[in-house]
């Protein structure tokens, strides 16, 4: 079971029986040039909203690769005007569990906001608790803390993936209280050093988790780990 970081929230996990790809900006990102998404052939794209800055790629990514794409069901419907086949799009809904080759995910609680690239209403925002060959992880998506999270953490969550660059999201001090509503020792960094609002002082972030007691990773673009 792996992660890899396409940049910005873009993330790829290979788990047991399937690939599943969130959020994927990666041709106007160019910190991401060397990444071809052409090579990219997810079972799954999961959606965390319908910001630009989280769906470029999705309707070209699934073109090539069948995938299915799971979303709320207002991205979900902007996703099937994409000329995104409806029997490849599974629309689900908040406290929603759905089963799937690699396990399953449930759709939780996320503060943000939301509309399509065109302007259209696209619902509201999205996190996903995924569980698979015994681990258990959070992508967090775009968000704001919430004391909503501290529902998670009875889940015995093994690793989560959360923004930190702040200005539109969380920011690092945020996180680190994300971290310790959800109860999870082992982060991701996501969401930080695409634009110059979210640009962070990697070291220092990496510091100040240590500080608190946990273990954040910031992987480069393309870069793989192990879960």
């Not at 709320?72 to 409806?86: C, F, G, I, L």
Request: charged share 20%.
């Amino acid at each position: 079971m792996k992660a890899i970081y396409y940049g910005h929230a873009s993330v790829a996990l290979e788990l047991e029986g399937a690939t599943v790809l969130f959020d994927p900006y990666i041709t106007p990102n160019p910190k991401a040039e060397k990444i071809d998404i052409n090579n990219l052939k997810p079972d799954y794209i999961v959606l965390s909203h319908a910001h630009d800055d989280h769906v470029a790629d999705v309707a070209a990514i699934q073109k090539r690769s069948k995938a299915k794409v799971m979303a709320v069901v207002e991205t979900a419907m902007w996703v099937n005007r994409q000329d995104v086949p409806e029997s490849d799009i599974i629309p689900f809904n908040f406290g929603g569990t759905v089963q799937t080759n690699f396990g399953s995910i449930k759709m939780v609680y996320a503060l943000h906001t939301n509309c399509a690239p065109d302007g259209q209403y696209a619902g509201v925002p999205a996190g996903y608790v995924l569980q698979s060959g015994g681990k258990k992880i959070y992508f967090a998506g775009d968000t704001a803390l919430t004391m909503e999270m501290k529902l998670l953490e009875s889940v015995g969550l093994d690793w989560a993936f959360l923004p930190i660059g702040g200005f539109y999201t969380m920011d690092v001090e945020d996180a680190i209280l994300a971290s310790q509503f959800i109860n999870c020792k082992n982060i991701i960094g996501i969401h930080y050093n695409t634009f110059p609002p979210i640009s962070i002082d990697t070291d220092l972030a990496r510091r100040k988790f240590e500080d608190a007691g946990f273990n954040l990773h910031l992987l480069d673009i393309g870069e793989e780990m192990s879960l």
